[in-house]
């Protein structure tokens, strides 16, 4: 998910404690509109948490934090794999990184709430998605344990966010058609024009 900030401004990549055990990280291109073949893509369960997912989990993390964005889904870095990053620590507080390989939404709550959504890849739009207030998430961590997230607001918007990247389901697709051809086409023309 992107991310605003106070007043719109972007949030200042905060320095990420490279901790000894961590391989080196490399910040990978993201893929944006109209790039849809692939945002759409199906994303496959990981069959175990190994170096290979560790090391992915790093470098998405590391991309995440130059963008600035709050999470992110490999399928934006190109990978069709089940496996998201999140952080939504605020400026100034300590890196609380996230990471979940195969999550399952387990349980949503009939209540729900609105959320300015916005996408690493769709940059600089931003709509309010209304989605299930609360969440109960499984996953694996970044060593293979299973794990339970109950989670509220901006986490379970986050997580549901980021869980539907991986069925190739984008924000766009809950807000009007009318809005979501704007964007569209938007992306399709500058994309034609190289800017992207
Ligand atoms: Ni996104």
Redesign the pocket.
């Known amino acids: 998910?992107?991310w605003q900030g106070p007043k719109g401004k972007p949030r200042p990549v905060d320095p990420w404690p490279r901790l000894a055990y961590f391989s080196p990280m490399t910040i990978k291109p993201i893929i944006t509109l109209p790039d849809e073949k692939i945002l759409r893509q199906h994303s496959t369960p990981l069959k175990a948490v190994d170096e290979a997912a560790r090391k992915l989990f790093d470098d998405m993390l590391e991309t995440m934090y130059d963008a600035p964005g709050i999470?992110?889904?490999a399928i934006?870095v190109g990978v069709p794999l089940r496996q998201i990053v999140i952080d939504i620590s605020r400026e100034g507080e300590a890196p609380k990184p996230l990471f979940l390989a195969n999550p399952e939404i387990v349980w949503a709550s009939d209540a729900r709430s609105d959320y300015e959504e916005g996408?690493?890849?769709?940059p600089d739009f931003y709509e309010m998605v209304e989605r299930p207030a609360e969440v109960k998430v499984r996953y694996l961590d970044r060593h293979g344990e299973a794990m339970e997230i109950h989670a509220n607001g901006v986490m379970a918007t986050c997580l549901q966010?980021?869980i539907d990247?991986l069925n190739g389901v984008?924000?766009i697709d809950y807000i009007s058609k009318l809005k979501r051809d704007r964007v569209v086409k938007k992306f399709q023309k500058a994309g034609k024009l190289g800017r992207l």
Do not use: K, R
């Open positions: 998910m992107g999470g992110l889904a934006q996408c690493l890849s769709i966010h980021e990247h984008l924000f």
